[in-house]
């Protein structure tokens, strides 16, 4: 079975502090996809990257990067120099590669990220 | 580009009534998804569809839910009767491919349907 699990419920920072979300998800697959998406107040999900399992190479990208670590089965989401709009509920995602697999979407519970003036 | 529209964003209604949400899919995308996201609780796919043709409904209760998309373009998804434990925001997204053409296709959501039973 596929499972994430991001144990952050809440994270509360002030801003320009770097912040974490951490993300731990387990699967069977050998290939797989990760995702993390940001959902800010106006409820869309917003895109934020994908990755693939074959690709352990961690990302950056302006104030973000992402530590995609397979040993540990983790994908944590770092935002550097935090932003009052980086405030939103952030998921963590894993679906599949295959056939039908890959549309097929596993969220975490996501993580609550306040930014305090 | 437009993007993924959806109506009513607000729903209230009391138990054991009916209520219906629209999706507006990108145009030109295959693919449509309806999802349900309970508080403090991530998406969880209900019903996917290619173009008119269900794809996977194994999520959706279909002893009161029903969803279609019967010109392969927008989709409505119905509740019939409500229950409380229904409360909760329908995401609709739509892709541009079809399963099987790409493996991957990234998922494109609207903002949501916000519904209250009581």
């Not at chain 2, 194994?58 to 409380?84: N, Y």
Request: hydrophobic content about 35%.
């Amino acid at each position: 079975a596929q499972k994430v699990t991001q144990a952050q419920t809440e994270i509360s920072v002030v801003e320009k502090e770097d912040v974490t979300l951490d993300c731990v998800y387990e699967t069977r697959d050998t290939t797989y996809y990760l995702f993390w998406y940001k959902q800010p107040p106006s409820g869309e999900l917003v895109f934020l990257i994908r990755r693939n399992s074959f690709d352990e190479q961690n990302e950056i990208s302006g104030r973000y990067s992402w530590n995609f670590q397979k040993s540990t089965s983790s994908f944590n989401f770092t935002i550097t120099a935090s932003q009052v709009v980086d405030s939103a509920v952030y998921f963590c995602a894993l679906s599949g590669t295959g056939y039908s697999s890959a549309s097929k979407i596993i969220f975490g519970s996501g993580t609550r990220l306040s930014i305090r003036p | 580009e437009a993007g993924v529209a959806q109506s009513p964003r607000y729903k209230i209604i009391e138990k054991r009534q009916s209520v219906a949400f629209w999706c507006n899919p990108i145009s030109g995308h295959a693919t449509l998804y309806w999802y349900q996201q309970i508080l403090g609780q991530g998406p969880k796919l209900l019903i996917q569809f290619q173009n008119n043709g269900v794809v996977d409904d194994s999520q959706l209760p279909k002893d009161r839910f029903s969803a279609e998309r019967l010109k392969g373009v927008d989709s409505t998804l119905k509740i019939q009767p409500a229950k409380l434990e229904d409360s909760a925001v329908y995401l609709c997204a739509s892709s541009p491919g079809t399963s099987g053409v790409h493996l991957y296709n990234e998922q494109f959501f609207g903002p949501g349907t916000r519904l209250t039973v009581l």
